[in-house]
């Protein structure tokens, strides 16, 4: 799964990016320093991991991963191709949920694009290019699947019905994703890769004196995402990035100094990871322990099939144990004694942190 990160130019994308993926991405005090998007690959974190490590005396340990990528700063025009703006839109078409940068701090030494800090104009100003390039393209696909409907093709009517109310939404600024449609439309608007049909997390970016408090540009963030249904967290981004510099016992020093239990990047991660939808379920032995994203909803062949498309083919059943009944009876073997191992078959539907071992014909 892709997560894309957007905002408007010295907002502190790649300050953050930096961060979630150590990756070094160029950071700079001047607009489109990110040209080409840099991507990263970031660990779920999941602490079951490691306790699974230790009663399995694993050799390798696995998590779960998302991937990040840092797309250049957009601008007002962007739509129209201001800022080189078509080909981050571009970017932004490929992923699968956005993670919207906002700035949130003072600071006279960066400058911002606007020339002042008003991170609810800044929204707006990206939502406002994502809702234009929307419009142009559905307004394309209207008009063309409206012309072929006229010549006969009647299978493209429940198209052009749904395209037409989200043409008129978008021509009320309204996003995407918070117009009213049921599954099955949802599905149909999957196809057209729409911009603001994407879920997204707004990332108020506050200065490092913020921190425990808060600050009145945070809250304002805070009150747009929920009239949006959208999720929003809060962080430092300077201060995540120095986080990353730190060993584990530094960190957690550093992290009790600031009066924080959970670092604002391991709370993007695990919320990008449940606004997709997704979860884990684990496999353990003496080679390994992994975890595997799915989908929630994944029954058991599909699931196995994410290790390797024979066990889905060949599937037969699934023995499964929770974690918590596993760690609590102390192996597999005492939690099968106890009655907690499971036999499962193809309508299993995997619940997250299952320990699971697949049985299949090769």
Known sequence: MKIGVVGLPNVGKSTLFNAITEAGAESANYPFCTIEPNVGIVDVPDPRLEILGKLYNTQKITPASIEFV????????????EGLGNKFLSHIREVDAIVHVVRCFDNPNIIHVSGSVDPIRDIEIINLELVLADLESVTKKYEKDGKLIKTGDKSLIAGVNILGRIKEGLENNQLVRTMDFDEEEWEYIKSLQLLTAKPVIYVANIGENDIASGNDYERKVKE?????????????????????????????????ELGIKESGLEKLVSTSYDMLGLMSYLTAGEKEVRAWTIKKGTKAPQAAGKIHSDFEKGFIKAEIVSYDDLIEAGSFV?????????????????????????????
Do not use: M, W
Request: glycine content about 8%.
């Open 70 to 81: 840092d797309i250049a700063g957009l601008v007002a025009g962007a739509s129209h191709g």
């Open 224 to 256: 747009y995402a929920l009239k949006e249904n959208a999720k929003i967290i809060s962080l430092c981004a300077e201060i995540e990035e120095e986080l990353t510099s730190l060993s584990p016992d530094e960190r957690q020093l550093f992290k009790e």
């Open 334 to 362: 005492k939690a099968k004694e106890k009655g907690k191992v499971r036999i499962e078959g193809k309508e299993y539907v995997l619940q997250d942190g299952d320990v699971v071992l697949f049985r299949f014909n090769v």
